[in-house]
Nanobody, 117 residues
Framework: QVQLVESGGGLVQAGGSLRLSCAAS????????MGWYRQAPGKQRELVAT???????TYADSVKGRFTISRDNAKNTAYLQMNSLKPEDTGVYYC???????????WGQGTQVTVSS
């Protein structure tokens, strides 16, 4: 089992920045990939960024060049640095991890990000 707690969401103006954190606990040594997803009101949840154990990253086209995902293994924490925020970035952001050996997905509770015009 892995438990995830997100933090760092809030209200910002367009062009501003936020840094989200995802703290993992439990069977942390089984974590392979960590990622961030978001869900805007009335829309499907979508992938934002992922980071693998070897620090290989992927990003949605809509956030490339603006968002940076990272992880601090000593703190069992993943981060999402969000710069140049746009109103369309508004939504609930969820942390997700995938475990190795037995592949399971675990989700955090989500943190609200609101970007005003």
């Amino acid at each position: 089992q892995v438990q995830l707690v997100e933090s760092g969401g809030g209200l910002v103006q367009a062009g501003g920045s936020l840094r989200l954190s995802c703290a993992a606990s439990g069977n942390i040594f089984r974590i392979s990939v960590m990622g961030w997803y978001r869900q805007a009101p009335g829309k499907q949840r979508e992938l934002v960024a992922t980071i693998a154990s070897g620090d290989t990253t992927t990003y949605a086209d809509s956030v490339k060049g603006r968002f940076t995902i990272s992880r601090d293994n000593a703190k069992n924490t993943a981060y999402l640095q969000m710069n140049s925020l746009k109103p369309e970035d508004t939504g609930v952001y969820y942390c997700k991890v995938r475990t190795r050996y037995v592949s399971n997905d675990y989700w955090g509770q989500g943190t609200q990000v609101t970007v005003s015009s």
